[in-house]
């Protein structure tokens, strides 16, 4: 049996249903094999949105999403969802490969990727993005290093893993009798779940039962574990109110008695002050980046006043960013199942809390008649048509910070967006990969700049069959930089006819200037088997960071990113 055949019995074996990705290079032996395969090919227009797909596949399911391509392209344009899958803890399996063309690689070599004279180092840059990458250079070592990299996609904290596939050896037989041996997929990929010790369990329990205003900060750990009634078991033990990070949104959902909102620069003032005002903090799953902690605001969380109870799969990040009281090294949801039943206290402060923090999702622009369209009313409509089967993604820049604040998730994992390493060009593709893997009605959300980049999706719900809603908040420009400064070059875009671009992939499409026509244009593409292209033109003129920015994020002097 040739490598190419016995590799894909390899990821049949370990249930694979998608393979992302796009042919070229010696990775085509690979797709030739598919086609006799249950396995699904999902082949987008490019690298870019492919790496997406399988990015927002890991982050959905918790397996590892499969990225395929070739090397070149693969560590070029594929490297943002490997990036995104990097920060943001998804798993993945790349399968990519070097364009070595044997003997002729080392002269004058074309797209050869293997680092030698005159080529590229494809595997130096797999080294920077992946969590690990092999390199085999014969039938077995491919097969037994396919097999690693499912098992370390998963293993720990989740992230990309590659394969560099060698030409010679997809093609070459494998050996009957191989020595060292090959295992089967079963035993080599299989991973153990590690949590907390009892010493620390009992000491993060004695906090929570003595707090007078415990807090919970749920970050994207909770998703990444499907911690979702561990996280609410908690609060009800311990009469907590829950607060979550950005990539945290929607691991409760944000109708929860228990649920205050987002924290962070751009985040909810209600979220944020509870934060401040809690004498002990159980962050889950978040590592507290700058813009989760207002930048380092003094005033925000403070590790000599407050009990700081840190739970996260990976020991390094357990007090990384400020002195943990607690370490809870383990997966979230056995972390938060064992707190769970462990103790018990109650005040009846937290649902008051969270119910007074719950009045930042509105403000008198969600209900605006204003032509043109505020970014609030805007978001204020797309809430109305998301329920507990609707998966919103979110791209990176002003759109994010809209919703983050005014769409109030009705459910559990009803949110998720670009913020591992936050590229623009996120929310399509993903917003189509998550239509593909659960069925769900999605809603993709981006600005001009960040759909134009990967509106190429758009056809490949099309041709997929995914019935998408793509919401285009249009302000003509890079608002969130332009907002720094309008002198910036660059910063205003020609103005795209969106609609004609839909239709040219044959899809819907529909101009929206009127507040009024919002809510009947997402129902009617809702309902719609046809993908659809919504292009929303919001005000330019409303600043994102003065009407959002918290009182903490004002104190370091504002605007960061």
């Not at 907002?483 to 529909?510: C, K, L, N, W, Y």
Request: charged share 20%.
């Amino acid at each position: 049996m040739r490598t190419a055949e016995r590799l894909v019995e390899t990821l049949e074996a370990v249930d694979v249903e998608f393979v992302f990705g796009y042919p070229g290079g010696r990775i085509i032996e690979l797709f030739e094999e598919l086609s006799d395969s249950h396995i699904d090919v999902i082949r987008p227009r490019d690298e870019r949105e492919a790496s997406v797909m399988a990015e927002m596949y890991g982050r959905l399911t918790g397996r590892p999403g499969v990225l395929a391509g070739q090397g070149p392209w693969i560590g070029s344009i594929g490297a943002i969802g490997q990036m995104e899958a990097r920060l943001g803890s998804s798993p993945m399996v790349v399968l990519t490969e070097s364009s070595e063309r044997g003997e002729y690689s080392t002269l004058a070599p074309y797209q050869q990727a293997r680092g030698d004279y005159g080529g590229l180092d494809l595997s130096s840059i797999l080294d920077g993005i992946t969590k690990e990458h092999w390199s085999p250079r014969t039938p077995v070592e491919t097969l037994r290093s396919v097999q690693l990299a499912f098992k370390h996609a998963v293993a720990g904290r989740p992230g990309p893993t590659a394969v560099v596939l060698d030409g010679d050896a997809v093609t070459d037989e494998v050996p009957d009798d191989p020595l060292p041996s090959l295992w089967d997929e079963s035993a080599q990929t299989r991973t153990w779940t590690t949590q907390p010790t009892d010493r620390d369990i009992t000491a993060a329990v004695e906090a929570l039962e003595s707090a007078s205003k415990p807090v919970a900060i749920a970050g994207n750990g909770v998703h990444a574990s499907g911690a979702y009634e561990e996280l609410e078991a908690v609060a009800n033990a311990y009469d907590a109110v829950v607060t979550t990070s950005y990539l945290g949104k929607s691991t409760i959902a944000e109708t929860n008695d228990y649920a205050a909102g987002v924290i962070g620069s751009f985040g909810h003032e209600g979220a944020n002050r509870i934060v401040s005002e809690a004498d002990v903090l159980l962050v889950v799953g978040c590592r507290l980046n700058p813009m989760d902690t207002n930048w380092q605001s003094s005033s925000f969380i403070r590790p000599d006043e407050q009990t700081i109870i840190h739970a996260d799969i990976d020991a390094r990040n357990t007090g990384w960013v400020y002195p943990a009281d607690v370490g809870l090294v383990g997966d979230a949801r056995e972390t938060l199942s064992r707190l769970a039943v462990s103790g018990t206290r109650s005040s009846g402060w937290a649902t008051e809390r969270a119910s007074e923090a719950r009045a930042d999702f509105d403000a008198p622009e969600c209900s605006s008649d204003a032509i043109p369209i505020t970014p609030q009313r805007a978001v204020t409509a797309i809430e109305s048509v998301v329920d507990s089967g609707t998966i919103v993604t979110a791209d990176s820049g002003n759109n994010r910070f809209w919703l983050l604040n005014y769409l109030q998730t009705p459910s559990k994992r009803t949110y998720f967006g670009s913020g591992g390493v936050g590229g623009m060009g996120w929310a399509a593709p993903a917003a189509v990969s998550a239509a593909l893997i659960t069925g769900a009605n999605t809603v993709a959300v981006a600005g001009d700049g960040g759909f134009a980049m990967t509106m190429t999706a758009v056809e490949t719900a099309v041709e997929y069959g995914a019935a998408t809603t793509f919401v285009v908040l249009n302000d003509t420009g890079l608002g969130m930089v332009r907002q720094m400064d309008e002198s910036i070059p660059g910063v205003t875009f020609h103005d795209t006819d969106f609609v004609r671009v839909a239709e040219g992939f044959g899809a819907r499409g529909t101009r929206i200037e009127e507040p009024a026509a919002l809510e009947p244009a997402l129902r009617e593409a809702k309902q719609s088997d046809q993908p659809t292209v919504l292009d929303v033109r919001i005000d330019p003129d409303i600043d994102m960071s003065e009407t959002l920015q918290s009182s903490f994020y004002a104190e370091v002097g504002g605007l960061h990113e």
